[in-house]
């Protein structure tokens, strides 16, 4: 595949093609010093404001816990190239108690206070929860007691007196948190205005596929202690999260259409507040 014309001033060279998803391409390309960078080349998609967020977040954030943003051009970033190995590998080779911890560990450093102020254009997370807000009315409207009715209740509560305020990643799970030169980093945000106990609610979803951890109690309350304690906020508040984050992310999948992956966040959340009402 042919790249973009990347910039002159980025003095680009040898690049490669790294990934595709559906809303970018991701090309590794060197640098005129000899270091390694990575483009991020921008689809044109619905949600591409998401991705044009997260550049403003990583500005901000100035590489504390992110990849460094070095520069962008209308739909490219220039980006530091963080490394090579995922959150995942240390998942499979290492367990999940001791991935949990590498996360948080980042969670702390994503929402350490900075002394500048923030970025311009974030989305407000009751904004982000406009699909959740929409199910669980014409749910309402039809009579139904569905998790979702109950699920928007408890974002409205949490939005309306929200612990801490602070910019947030947005979309914090395995797949975006990579180790290289400078340790653990999380890639791809979204840029969100909102409690950052929001972040670590995405982190009780994920891996997608390991639904053998993500449905397990033990693993539901460990996580919610874990993130608690470096976020210092209680764990049945990060548990109020998730349940509000999931049915938000089983939203999105029913206006896709998408029967099958809302019924999996459904059955997580529901895990959730099962955990919640213990506690």
């Known amino acids: ?81 963080a490394g090579a190995r995922h959150l995942r590998d240390v998942l499979d080779n290492d367990g999940d108690t001791a991935a949990t911890e590498i996360a948080a560990s980042v969670l702390g450093e994503l929402t350490a ?20 807000f929409a199910k669980a009315a014409a749910d309402h409207r039809m009579g139904r007691t569905s998790l979702y009715v109950e699920a928007a209740r408890t974002a409205e509560r949490l939005l309306a007196v929200p612990r801490r305020l602070c910019p947030l990643h947005g979309d914090l799970h395995h797949d975006n948190i990579i180790e290289g030169p400078r340790g653990w980093l999380a890639i791809d945000p979204k840029g969100v205005l909102g409690d950052p106990a929001f972040d670590a609610a995405n982190m009780l979803y994920n891996p997608l596929e390991r639904d053998d951890l993500c449905l397990a109690p033990d693993r539901i309350a460990h996580m919610a202690e874990v993130f608690a304690k470096v976020l210092d906020q209680d764990p049945r508040h990060i548990l109020d999260h998730a349940i509000a984050y999931g049915c938000l992310s089983a939203a999105w999948h029913e206006a896709d259409g998408n029967a099958e992956d809302e019924a999996r966040e459904l059955a997580v959340a529901s895990a959730i507040c099962a955990v919640r009402a213990r506690i």
């Open 113 to 132: 206070p900075s002394d500048l102020p923030y970025p311009a254009g974030l989305q407000l997370l009751r904004i982000r929860f406009a699909s959740l």
């Open 1 to 81: 595949m042919t790249p973009p014309d990347f910039p002159a001033r980025w003095r680009l060279s040898a690049p490669s093609l790294l990934t595709e998803t559906f809303s970018s391409r991701i090309w590794k390309a060197r640098l005129d010093d000899g270091g390694v960078a990575i483009v991020k080349d921008l689809k044109p998609f619905d949600d591409v404001e998401d991705e044009l967020r997260g550049a403003h977040y990583l500005s901000w954030r100035q590489g504390r816990g992110g990849v460094r943003l070095f520069d962008g051009d209308n739909n490219l970033m220039l980006l530091e190239f």
